[in-house]
T-cell receptor, first 114, second 113 residues
Framework: SAVISQKPSRDICQRGTSLTIQCQVD?????MFWYRQQPGQSLTLIAT?????????ESGFVIDKFPISRPNLTFSTLTVSNMSPEDSSIYLC???????????FGDGTRLSIL | SQKIEQNSEALNIQEGKTATLTCNYT??????LQWYRQDPGRGPVFLLL?????KEKRKERLKVTFDTTLKQSLFHITASQPADSATYLC????????????FGTGTLLAVQP
C-alpha cells in the first residue's frame, strides 16, 4: 500500500495566522482526501483534492478557509487560514480508489491554536 | 441525519479472550462497512471491508459480521493480545447520495496481559 508522509507532524500557532500542511505519497494515486479529527470526534471529510483543478469541498467547509492544492498525482497541500482555537484538531491526508473505498492515511498533523 | 454509534467507553479484556466491538447505525443503508485500527499519534489503518450481501468476513484473528436488518456490525478479535490495544473505528460507505465514508467515533480496546 502507498506510504503517505505528512508535514508538519504537529504545530502550535497563533490565532489569525495560517498554516500549510503537506501530504506526499510515494506513488501516483487517483484520489487524495483531507480529513479533520477533532478531540473525541469522528473523522470528518473536508474535501477531495483534485489534480489540476479545484478541490471538491464537503458541506460546512469552504475554500477560503481551507484552500487545497494538488499540482500532481503524488502531492497535495491543505492550508488552514485565519486560524482560531476552534481549528485545533488533527488534520489527516488519505488516499484511496474512491471516496467510499478503503483508504490509507498519513499520521496526521496535530494543530493547536493559542 | 445519519448516525453511527460505537461504544464510547473503553473495552478492557484479558489477554487470550475474544474482544467484541459493536457498531450501530441509523438513517443509512450502506452498501458496505469498513473497520480501521488507530493507534495513538497515528492515522487509521484499514483492516476489513464487508459488503451488505455478506454476513461474515474473516482475516486471521479478525471476524466481522454485518446485519443490515439490525443495522449493526460486530468486530471480533480472537485470542486477543496486548498488541491489539488500540482504538477501532467503523466506517460506512456506498449508500445514499453522499458517496463518502462516514466514520464512527471509535472504541478504545485495552488488552491486559
Amino acid at each position: 500500500s502507498a506510504v503517505i508522509s505528512q508535514k508538519p507532524s504537529r504545530d502550535i500557532c497563533q490565532r489569525g495566522t495560517s498554516l500549510t500542511i503537506q501530504c506526499q505519497v510515494d506513488s501516483q494515486v487517483t484520489m487524495m482526501f483531507w480529513y479533520r479529527q477533532q478531540p473525541g470526534q469522528s473523522l470528518t471529510l473536508i474535501a477531495t483534492a483534485n489534480q489540476g483543478s479545484e478541490a471538491t469541498y464537503e458541506s460546512g467547509f469552504v475554500i477560503d478557509k481551507f484552500p487545497i492544492s494538488r499540482p500532481n498525482l503524488t502531492f497535495s497541500t491543505l492550508t488552514v487560514s485565519n486560524m482560531s482555537p476552534e481549528d485545533s484538531s488533527i488534520y489527516l491526508c488519505s488516499v484511496g480508489a474512491a471516496r467510499n473505498q478503503p483508504q490509507h492515511f498519513g499520521d496526521g498533523t496535530r494543530l493547536s491554536i493559542l | 441525519s445519519q448516525k453511527i454509534e460505537q461504544n464510547s467507553e473503553a473495552l478492557n479484556i484479558q489477554e487470550g479472550k475474544t474482544a467484541t466491538l459493536t457498531c450501530n447505525y441509523t438513517n443509512y443503508s450502506p452498501a458496505y462497512l469498513q473497520w480501521y485500527r488507530q493507534d495513538p499519534g497515528r492515522g487509521p489503518v484499514f483492516l476489513l471491508l464487508i459488503r451488505e450481501n455478506e454476513k461474515e468476513k474473516r482475516k486471521e484473528r479478525l471476524k466481522v459480521t454485518f446485519d443490515t436488518t439490525l443495522k449493526q456490525s460486530l468486530f471480533h478479535i480472537t485470542a486477543s493480545q496486548p498488541a491489539d490495544s488500540a482504538t477501532y473505528l467503523c466506517a460506512l460507505g456506498g449508500g445514499g447520495a453522499t458517496n463518502k465514508l462516514i466514520f464512527g467515533t471509535g472504541t478504545l480496546l485495552a488488552v491486559q496481559p
